[in-house]
Structure formats: structure tokens, C-alpha cells
């Protein structure tokens, strides 16, 4: 079912404590994917949600939990698995802000990198809502710091994406931990197979819900694609940094090794650049995306799978070094720029034959327009007229 439009939250049902913190977000009418999936969540049916990011998800799945659970039991009963520490942080503090006049109701959030002492006292409290990676949930599992066998609710958040990272054992693990669910809450801006191999399995005749990106959710990109020879990439950057003059700037790689390389020669022309992937410590690439996201650091060079829980609004531009392998990962990327209705700019670098048909390929299937440019001596682009 496509929904498109929004309806008012008083036509929900929800408590006088739920509507009262809703407003105080300044809310009064849901966004589509709220409107699809809060009526069936409050029955308590499975939900396959596709949207795409910033269209209210967490509200959508947040108040119905929060709506159905019984603050007078200290035993957990919704679990909501998110890939990234980031947006497990960012999901706790969203679900805290609905349930601030919900008396006695208390949440946790466990990630990896944090010292699990500090999660288990936290776990101690007797939490009835559980925010977790899939990772340190099993952690915990195998621990028995956390009992799962009350839970009623089950919500995977990004479940493209977690299942994109590796997750997929933890996660069908610690379904299967949980015999007495009521439901389960799928959300993802792609239906993926793993997605839908998870839901085959563990949902029953789900509601399936689908929001298409509208102009107002949809960002305002200017695409480009540089010809250019691989060993003039780097320069090509430095260049239209140099011209620009852009303060944030985002450039992906596909390998560890391009994303090292990259920064090292950016470093060497006098450029601001530091890397992250997934051989360097969690501690660390926390640091470097705080500096970040603080905007203490011009250029982030960073792998698709390690990027994932950057949440910046104003990247300036994106620079896809390489052209990404997964057609939905070009989309993410340059999806970091042009966020909060801000007009953005991507620029994919192209020097072999098979780049380009990638690149006709993913602009083909995604329907994006990728403007073709040529850059100039002074490091500026101009479009190259067909």
C-alpha cells in the first residue's frame, strides 16, 4: 500500500501523555510513513515499511511501542536493532522524547565500543525497551546480561542496511531467542533480498507500506560526472576544493586501501583530510567523525560500510572517488549532501571504460540525472553541452 498523505495524530488513539509530547515536538500531522504503519502497529501486525531516510521512521515504530508497554513490569519488552551505534543513539533519544510523560517507562541503548560494565549497570535498572546493534545485543545474550523472553515488539531499523553490514546471523539469532513475539517492524529505504528473505521467515501476512520520496524529502542535487585520468584524480579534488572553496566535504572510496591512499596524497597537497574504514578502531573513527560532524575537519574520506551513522546536514559536496558497486549505495552518498533542503553537489571521478558503464548503469536504474562536465584550468566545472 503506498500512502502519500499524512492524517492527524489526535486520529490515532494515543494517550494524553503520547499526544502531549507530540506537540511538544511541535507536531500535528503525521508524515506518510507514521500514517501507514502506527494503526496496524497498534493492532499488533507485522509492518514491512520501505521509506526513505528523514520521513519520521522512528516516530512511526516509537509510539506504538511506547503506547503498548506496561511500565509497572520490569521485564524487557520491545527491542529495536539499528546497524549503526549513531543511529541507535539517535533512536534512544527520539523514543525518550515521546515517552518523557510516560511514567516509569525506561530505555537502554547497547553498542559496541562502549564498556559493557556501564551497560549492565544500566541493564539493572530493568529497562522495558532495549535499543541495540545486533552486535553487542548478542554480546549481552551470551552474558545474560538481558533476558529477551517477554518481548512483544521486534523493529529492525535500516534493515537494508544492517543486513548489508553482516548482521544478518546476530539478527536471525536473536529473533529465534524470542518465541513469544507479537510483532515484527521492518524499516528500509530498499527492499533488498536479505530483507525480504528475513521477512519470508519471520512475519506473518505483514502490512507492507511504501513511501515514495517526494520533493520535499527529496534532495536537491546537482549531479556531475568528470572524465579524468586515474592518475589525476587527486589533483581533479584538490582542484575544485581550492576553487570552491567548500568548508565540508565527504569523498568516498570502495577499499580500505583507496580511502588510506586518498587522504595521504590530499594531506601531501596541503588539504585538511582523514579517513575512516573498518580496520581502524571504533574509539578512533568516532573521533574523526565527531571532528566532523563539528566542523573541525574539511575533507572525510571514508568506505560506504564505515560512513554509515554519519548524520551532518550541511555537507557542502560529495566526491565519489570510485564509482560505488551497489547501484542503492550511490544514492546514499550522495544523499549526504543537499540534506535539510539544501542544494548539494556530487561528483563522480570517471577514468576507465568500466566506470563509465557502471555509472550509466546506476544512473539508468535510479533515474538520476548525472550531468556530464568537464573540469576547467582554474578548477572549475562547467556542464559539456551534447
Not at 530498499?190 to 517526494?214: F, G, K, L, N
Request: charged share 30%; net charge neutral.
Amino acid at each position: 500500500m503506498e500512502i502519500t498523505q499524512g492524517v492527524a495524530f489526535e486520529s490515532f488513539g494515543l494517550s494524553e501523555a503520547t499526544l502531549r509530547a507530540v506537540r511538544n515536538k511541535g507536531y500535528t500531522v503525521s508524515t506518510p510513513v507514521q500514517a501507514g504503519c502506527i494503526p496496524p502497529m497498534m493492532e499488533g501486525r507485522d509492518v514491512i515499511a520501505k521509506a526513505p531516510t528523514g520521513t519520521g521512521k522512528t516516530m512511526a515504530f516509537g509510539i506504538p511501542i511506547i503506547e503498548k508497554i506496561d511500565p509497572q513490569s520490569e521485564e524487557v519488552q520491545a527491542v529495536i536493532m539499528a546497524p549503526t551505534r549513531e543511529l541507535a543513539m539517535q533512536i534512544t533519544d527520539e523514543m525518550r522524547d515521546i515517552a518523557v510523560y510516560h511514567e516509569g517507562v525506561r530505555l537502554v541503548c547497547l553498542y559496541g565500543g562502549q564498556p559493557i560494565g556501564k551497560q549492565i549497570n544500566a541493564l539493572k535498572r530493568k529497562p522495558q525497551i532495549v535499543v541495540a546493534t545486533p552486535g553487542r545485543l548478542s554480546d549481552h545474550m551470551k552474558r545474560r546480561t538481558v533476558t529477551l523472553k517477554a518481548v512483544r515488539t521486534v523493529v529492525l531499523d535500516e534493515a537494508d542496511r544492517m543486513l548489508d553490514m553482516g548482521f544478518i546471523h546476530d539478527v536471525t539469532r536473536i529473533l529465534d531467542k524470542i518465541p513469544h513475539r507479537e510483532n515484527l517492524g521492518m524499516f528500509s529505504a530498499t527492499i533488498s533480498r536479505e530483507v525480504m528473505d528475513i521477512s519470508w521467515v519471520y512475519q506473518r501476512d505483514p502490512e507492507e507500506i511504501t513511501v515514495q520520496a517526494t520533493r520535499e524529502n527529496k534532495p536537491d542535487i546537482l549531479q556531475y560526472r568528470l572524465e579524468v585520468p586515474s592518475d589525476g584524480k587527486v589533483d581533479a579534488i584538490a582542484r575544485i576544493l581550492e576553487h570552491e572553496q567548500y568548508d565540508r566535504v565527504i569523498c568516498f572510496c570502495n577499499t580500505k586501501g583507496s580511502t588510506e591512499r586518498l587522504t595521504k596524497f590530499l594531506q601531501m597537497r596541503g588539504v585538511d583530510a582523514q579517513c575512516i574504514h573498518g580496520d581502524i578502531p571504533q574509539s578512533k573513527r568516532e573521533a574523526v567523525m565527531q571532528k566532523f560532524r563539528d566542523g573541525k575537519l574539511r575533507v572525510f574520506v571514508a568506505t560506504d560500510v564505515a560512513s554509515r551513522g554519519i548524520d551532518v546536514d550541511d555537507v557542502d559536496a560529495v566526491f565519489n572517488f570510485e564509482v560505488p558497486e551497489e547501484n542503492e549505495y550511490y544514492i546514499h552518498r550522495i544523499g549526504r549532501t543537499g540534506r535539510a533542503r539544501r542544494h548539494g553537489v556530487a561528483y563522480t571521478l570517471l577514468s576507465d571504460f568500466p566506470s563509465r558503464m557502471r555509472l550509466d548503469d546506476i544512473a539508468r536504474n535510479t533515474r538520476s540525472q548525472i550531468v556530464t562536465a568537464k573540469l576547467e584550468d582554474d578548477g572549475s566545472v562547467t556542464p559539456v553541452e551534447k
